[in-house]
T-cell receptor, first 111, second 115 residues
């Protein structure tokens, strides 16, 4: 799996958009970008994934650059419950590929 | 949606004893499950891949005789920490895929404390 680089921590004001960046400059053509988050003392929760097009679901939006070397997860209106560690992972989809976690970004939403 | 259940959520055991952690896929069959370990303020570290009906595949540096994995059915994988020591105290998490590896669901984790 391609390696990812994320800032170790970020703050965001409650109600504002949280933009979490991820660099994955060695991503391969068949690798997807996945985002998970882990709230303290819980298992990781899937957020969103994409290959090359921007994606949106009820939780977040994913913006992938045209060269696919970086992406941004957007939480449009951050709440205190969004405080968590966010992990960006790149991997091939299907075939029970292992999910390997990097260090992630600790997002602190501030009232 | 896919649900993965772990039990127990918390366990305290004495040093030298063994502890079994269960991971169940509640609404789907999982031929493959993954086990992770997470120390405080660290990321998840993959320990092993659990395969139904066959031996687990362990990551480098993980002692297979200490962390016994059994995947006897399509909905249950167990991790047994044998002869536990305080350094085995950690947060253990399993995951499984409902759709052949396209998406993964994680259990809620088991907090193991060895005293």
């Amino acid at each position: 799996d391609a390696k990812t680089t994320q800032p170790p921590s970020m703050d965001c004001a409650e109600g504002r958009a949280a933009n979490l960046p991820c660099n994955h400059s060695t991503i391969s053509g068949n690798e997807y970008v996945y985002w998970y988050r882990q709230i303290h003392s819980q298992g990781p929760q899937y957020i969103i994934h994409g290959l090359k097009n921007n994606e949106t679901n009820e939780m977040a939006s994913l913006i992938i650059t045209e060269d696919r070397k970086s992406s941004t997860l957007i939480l449009p209106h951050a709440t205190l419950r969004d405080t968590a560690v966010y992990y960006c992972i790149v991997r091939a989809s299907g075939g029970y590929q292992k999910v390997t976690f990097g260090t992630g970004t600790k997002l602190q939403v501030i009232p | 949606g896919a649900v993965v259940s772990q039990h127990p959520s918390r366990v305290i055991c004495k040093s030298g004893t063994s502890v079994k952690i269960e991971c169940r896929s509640l609404d789907f069959q999982a031929t493959t499950m993954f086990w992770y370990r997470q120390f405080p303020k660290q990321s998840l570290m993959l320990m092993a891949t659990s395969n139904e009906g066959s031996k687990a595949t362990y990551e480098q540096g993980v002692e297979k005789d200490k962390f016994l994995i059994n995947h006897a059915s399509l909905t249950l994988s167990t991790l047994t920490v044998t002869s536990a020591h305080p350094e085995d105290s950690s947060f253990y998490i399993c995951s499984a895929s409902k759709d052949r590896g396209y998406g993964y669901t994680f259990g809620s984790g088991t907090r193991l404390t060895v005293v």
